[in-house]
T-cell receptor, first 113, second 116 residues
Framework: EPEVTQTPSHQVTQMGQEVILRCVPI?????FYWYRQILGQKVEFLVS????????KSEIFDDQFSVERPDGSNFTLKIRSTKLEDSAMYFC???????????FGSGTRLTVV | GDSVTQMEGPVTLSEEAFLTINCTYT??????LFWYVQYPGEGLQLLLK?????DKGSNKGFEATYRKETTSFHLEKGSVQVSDSAVYFC???????????????FGKGTHLIIQP
């Protein structure tokens, strides 16, 4: 069964540093997403991406965040200057159909120290 | 805005017990509804879905029926197993979505613990 692959599984970074979280969506999917889950809290939508541009973003997705699909297969989330409160599990997801649910990756746990 | 409310956990049951996890939603029109499951140390997996009123989603013995009149999508299973221990998330996708652009709105999740 096709999978969404995320790397790394765990990343530790110092406050103020830039991080890039990487995702390889399912190859024939067209819609791509990032979500985050702060420990013990609900999963929150960050951003959706379609046709090489952002389709929608939440209040959380401020100027510190950016997404890119640099080579037609990878889908990345960049946090320019990490804060302690950015510590969370970040999930990538992709969808081939606008009507149904998505396939999620297993997540990257980001720890900002 | 859209929202999803789930019963608070943890929910602790004995093996072979009947399970109900309540989920209600607030949304415009007829959203699509989903249950996702997160096993320890893993990502979110789609468990089941329903896209219109009175639809019943089912998978691995779990069922949920889309009830428009009560804006609910309660998850049920007749006989739970230890392997069902996980966190269960109810989610919705808005009715008016721009070609898949709109994100899912999740509930806070319900931690289910099944004891042997």
């Amino acid at each position: 069964e096709p999978e969404v692959t995320q790397t790394p599984s765990h990343q530790v970074t110092q406050m103020g540093q830039e991080v890039i979280l990487r995702c390889v969506p399912i190859s024939n999917h067209l819609y791509f997403y990032w979500y985050r889950q702060i420990l013990g809290q609900k999963v929150e939508f960050l951003v959706s991406f379609y046709n090489n541009e952002i389709s929608e973003k939440s209040e959380i997705f401020d100027d510190q965040f950016s997404v890119e699909r640099p080579d037609g297969s990878n889908f990345t989330l960049k946090i320019r200057s990490t804060k302690l409160e950015d510590s969370a599990m970040y999930f990538c997801a992709s969808s081939g159909d606008s009507l149904y649910g998505y396939t999620f990756g297993s997540g990257t746990r980001l720890t900002v120290v | 805005g859209d929202s999803v409310t789930q019963m608070e956990g943890p929910v602790t049951l004995s093996e072979e017990a009947f399970l109900t996890i309540n989920c209600t939603y607030t949304a415009t029109g007829y959203p699509s509804l989903f249950w996702y499951v997160q096993y320890p140390g893993e990502g979110l997996q789609l468990l089941l879905k329903a896209t219109k009123a009175d639809d019943k989603g089912s998978n691995k013995g779990f069922e949920a029926t889309y009830r428009k009149e009560t804006t609910s999508f309660h998850l049920e299973k007749g006989s739970v197993q230890v392997s069902d221990s996980a966190v269960y998330f109810c989610a919705l996708k808005p009715m008016y979505s721009g070609g898949g652009a709109d994100g899912l709105t999740f509930g806070k999740g319900t931690h289910l613990i099944i004891q042997p």
